[in-house]
């Protein structure tokens, strides 16, 4: 079955940068859109940047020129490069594939069914 690790989450200063790691297994990874979304205390979760299947990636505008996704599909691993990080960043950052190669709209209903277990980010100013 579809599984999804995270990994690489940690507790960082204001300006400093991490690399999150979600690996794949039970399909063929590099056929199908992936996802970061995020979670704060008390926020909705939102969605923080995807690739398709065909690399084209999309983000947040909040995130844009900081965050780079990319994926590895040799070793089916999706990474989160985090750079000059804010203490607004700080949330459970999960990863998750959708059911096709090009990725849905942000918000679209039943988009992205299988998701990780997360990976906790904390950062302080």
């Known amino acids: 079955q579809v599984q999804l690790v995270e990994s690489g989450g940690d507790s960082v200063q204001a300006g400093g940068s991490l690399r999150l790691s979600c690996a794949a297994s039970?399909?063929?990874?590099?056929?199908?859109?992936m996802g970061w979304f995020r979670q704060a205390p008390g926020k909705k979760r939102e969605e923080v940047a995807t690739i398709d299947a065909y690399g084209t990636s999309t983000y947040a505008d909040d995130v844009k020129g900081r965050f780079t996704i990319s994926r590895d599909n040799a070793k089916n691993t999706l990474y989160l490069q985090m750079n000059s990080l804010k203490s607004e960043d700080t949330a459970v950052y999960y990863c998750?594939?959708?059911?096709?190669?090009?990725?849905?709209?942000?918000?679209?209903?039943?988009?992205?069914?299988?998701w990780g277990q997360g990976t906790q980010v904390t950062v302080s100013s």
């Open positions: 998750a594939r959708d059911l096709g190669g090009y990725c849905p709209q942000p918000g679209l209903h039943n988009a992205f069914p299988y």
């Open positions: 039970g399909y063929p990874f590099s056929m199908f859109c």
